[in-house]
T-cell receptor, first 117, second 118 residues
């Protein structure tokens, strides 16, 4: 069965410090991968998605970047964190396919609570 | 304009009773999908149920059913026989086909906190 691992679970970082959150998926190949952010008490906002190694699409301009160095690895990074980067970050995957279907289900990791102080 | 609207910030229900969580959506795309996710206090998003815009019947998954009213653009989640473990945040989400360019983008509502009382 497929599993998704995301770490760390919590992170407290000072403003201006770098960030690296990692996500890996097991039990599937060539998944679509996603990074979402959830502000406190709010819905999720898509940050990045990837349909393959080295292929990254950004949904919103921001202080963050994403990379996919391996098929099942997705990394969220920042060179210098801002206070506004605080939030709950969720990695997700779905079955890779040539075209995206409306019934494509996303499966989420357990999330990382990031606090920038 | 909000694409997904959940008007109930919080809902309370007695254990073993049914509860309906409201969701309305806005799209001009004829092809779209509607999802419900559950987020317990642990933070993980758990997929519950899916309804396609062309599906003729309401979706059901165990104790979850989706009351899909296309003309009213509503996709309410019905949880039957509520259990204490159902206490969580519930999100409605939509994916529009966008001519095949939606790229997995789910648009989420603001969520509804459900509390099940014993």
């Amino acid at each position: 069965s497929q599993t998704i691992h995301q770490w760390p679970a919590t992170l407290v970082q000072p403003v201006g410090s770098p960030l690296s959150l990692e996500c890996t998926v097991e039990g599937t190949s060539n998944p679509n991968l996603y990074w979402y952010r959830q502000a406190a008490g709010r819905g999720l906002q898509l940050l990045f998605y990837s349909v393959g190694i080295g292929q990254i699409s950004s949904e919103v301009p921001q202080n963050l970047s994403a990379s996919r160095p391996q098929d099942r690895q997705f990394i969220l990074s920042s060179k210098k964190l801002l206070l506004s980067d605080s939030g709950f970050y969720l990695c997700a995957w779905s079955e890779g396919q040539e075209s995206f279907a409306t019934n494509e289900k996303l499966f989420f990791g357990s999330g990382t609570q990031l606090s920038v102080l | 304009a909000q694409k997904i609207t959940q008007t109930q910030p919080g809902m309370f229900v007695q254990e073993k009773e049914a509860v309906t969580l409201d969701c309305t959506y806005d799209t001009s795309d004829p092809s779209y999908g509607l999802f419900w996710y559950k987020q317990p206090s642990s933070g993980e998003m758990i997929f519950l149920i899916y309804q396609g815009s062309y599906d003729q019947q309401n979706a059901t998954e165990g104790r979850y059913s989706l009351n899909f009213q296309k003309a009213r653009k509503s996709a309410n989640l019905v949880i039957s026989a509520s259990q204490l473990g159902d206490s969580a945040m519930y999100f409605c989400a939509m994916r529009e086909d966008g001519g095949g360019t939606s790229y997995g983008k789910l648009t989420f509502g603001q969520g509804t906190i459900l509390t099940v009382h014993p």
